[in-house]
T-cell receptor, first 114, second 110 residues
Framework: DGGITQSPKYLFRKEGQNVTLSCEQN?????MYWYRQDPGQGLRLIYY???????QKGDIAEGYSVSREKKESFPLTVTSAQKNPTAFYLC?????????????FGPGTRLTVL | GQQVMQIPQYQHVQEGEDFTTYCNSS?????IQWYKQRPGGHPVFLIQ?????EVKKQKRLTFQFGEAKKNSSLHITATQTTDVGTYFC??????????FGQGTRLTINP
C-alpha cells in the first residue's frame, strides 16, 4: 500500500450534503492525485497537486474541491454540486512532479449518496 | 486531448490459457505504465516502458511498447487464478499527467 491511507473505507451520505474524504501519505512524495472510478470504468482524474499550496483541475473537477496545506495531506471535498457522487474514490501519490514516475494508490473510499 | 483506449473491456479465459490486453493512444507517449487492480482492491504498479519497441518480462507477463510509442500490450502466458483482476495501462505525453485506459477485466475459470 506504500504508506498511503484513506479514510473511511466506506462512507454514506445524504443527498445535498458535502463530504470530505481523507488522504494521507508518509512517503514524502511531492505529487498527489484524486481519481474517481465507476463500475466497469477506468480512472478519471479529479484534481492533482504537485507542490504544497498548489493544485490543478483534472478532467472531472466540477462539484469537487481540494486543499494542499501540508505535503502529506490532500483531502477531497465532494460538494452538493456534484450530480452523481456515488463512486469509488482513489488517492495516489508520486515521488516526482512529472517525468518518469509511478503512482502509489491508497486503498480507496467507497462513497454512497442516498 | 490525449486519449488512451484499451481493449478488450472484458476477457474470460480457462485457467492455463493465454491472455492479452491492448492499449492505444491518439498521441505519441513519453512512457506507458501498467497497473493491476484485484477485485475490491486498488491499482498496483506493475511496470513502466519508456523506449520505442521496448519489451519487458515479469515471469509469465510480457509487456511491449510499440515502435511509434502509441500502443502497448500486456500478455500473460498460461494464466493462473491469481491473475484475476483488472489491468490498466496509463500513458503520459511529455511531462503531462497520466491518462488511464478503461481497463481490461480478466476473469478465469479454474
Amino acid at each position: 500500500d506504500g504508506g498511503i491511507t484513506q479514510s473511511p473505507k466506506y462512507l454514506f451520505r445524504k443527498e445535498g450534503q458535502n463530504v470530505t474524504l481523507s488522504c494521507e501519505q508518509n512517503l514524502n512524495h511531492d505529487a498527489m492525485y484524486w481519481y474517481r472510478q465507476d463500475p466497469g470504468q477506468g480512472l478519471r482524474l479529479i484534481y492533482y497537486s504537485q507542490i504544497v499550496n498548489d493544485f490543478q483541475k483534472g478532467d472531472i473537477a466540477e462539484g469537487y474541491s481540494v486543499s494542499r496545506e501540508k505535503k502529506e495531506s490532500f483531502p477531497l471535498t465532494v460538494t452538493s454540486a456534484q450530480k452523481n457522487p456515488t463512486a469509488f474514490y482513489l488517492c495516489a501519490s508520486s515521488p516526482q512532479t512529472g517525468g518518469l514516475d509511478t503512482q502509489y494508490f491508497g486503498p480507496g473510499t467507497r462513497l454512497t449518496v442516498l | 486531448g490525449q486519449q488512451v483506449m484499451q481493449i478488450p473491456q472484458y476477457q474470460h479465459v480457462q485457467e492455463g490459457e493465454d491472455f492479452t490486453t491492448y492499449c492505444n493512444s491518439s498521441t505519441t507517449l513519453s512512457n506507458i505504465q501498467w497497473y493491476k487492480q484485484r477485485p475490491g482492491g486498488h491499482p498496483v504498479f506493475l511496470i513502466q516502458l519508456v523506449k520505442s519497441g521496448e519489451v519487458k518480462k515479469q515471469k509469465r507477463l510480457t509487456f511491449q511498447f510499440g515502435e511509434a510509442k502509441k500502443n502497448s500490450s500486456l500478455h500473460i502466458t498460461a494464466t493462473q487464478t491469481t491473475d484475476v483482476g483488472t489491468y490498466f495501462c496509463a500513458g503520459r505525453q511529455g511531462a503531462q499527467k497520466l491518462v488511464f485506459g478503461q481497463g481490461t477485466r480478466l476473469t478465469i475459470n479454474p
